[in-house]
């Protein structure tokens, strides 16, 4: 098992940022991949960005390239997000995933991929 905490989350200007964070613990030898996604009201979960833990390659939506930048610290077992110039329909309940298993560059921004789920942070981005 995998435990996620996720932190950060706030209340943010167009164009502001901020920085958030996923802590893991537990079985984290075993994490293949770990990944942010985010769900705004009356929408489906959506990818945002995503690392390899073995190799630290990333992946990020076309909506959040250029913007976010998706980090790790392998000695605090965490993975990190900075969101730039955000906008409001950056709006969402972010959540951190981790998946144990190997999973393929074309399936990496599928969340049922994704074993284990934080309790997500609400960021919010007013106009």
């Known amino acids: 098992q995998v435990q996620l905490v996720e932190s950060g989350g706030g209340l943010v200007q167009a164009g502001g940022s901020l920085r958030l964070s996923c802590a893991a613990s537990?079985?984290?030898?075993?994490?293949?991949?770990m990944a942010w996604f985010r769900q705004a009201p009356g929408k489906e979960r959506e990818f945002v960005a995503a690392?390899?833990?073995?190799?630290?390659?990333?992946y990020y939506a076309d909506s959040v390239k250029g913007r976010f930048i998706i980090s790790r610290d392998n000695a605090k077992n965490t993975v990190y997000v900075e969101m730039n110039s955000l906008k409001p329909e950056d709006t969402a309940v972010y959540y951190c995933?981790?998946?144990?298993?190997?999973?393929?560059?074309?399936?990496?921004?599928?969340?049922?991929?994704?074993?284990?789920w934080g309790q997500g942070t609400q960021v919010t981005v007013s106009s």
């Open positions: 537990g079985r984290t030898f075993s994490t293949y991949a």
């Open positions: 690392s390899r833990w073995s190799d630290g390659y990333t």
């Open positions: 995933a981790a998946s144990s298993r190997i999973i393929s560059a074309t399936m990496i921004k599928e969340y049922a991929k994704y074993d284990y």
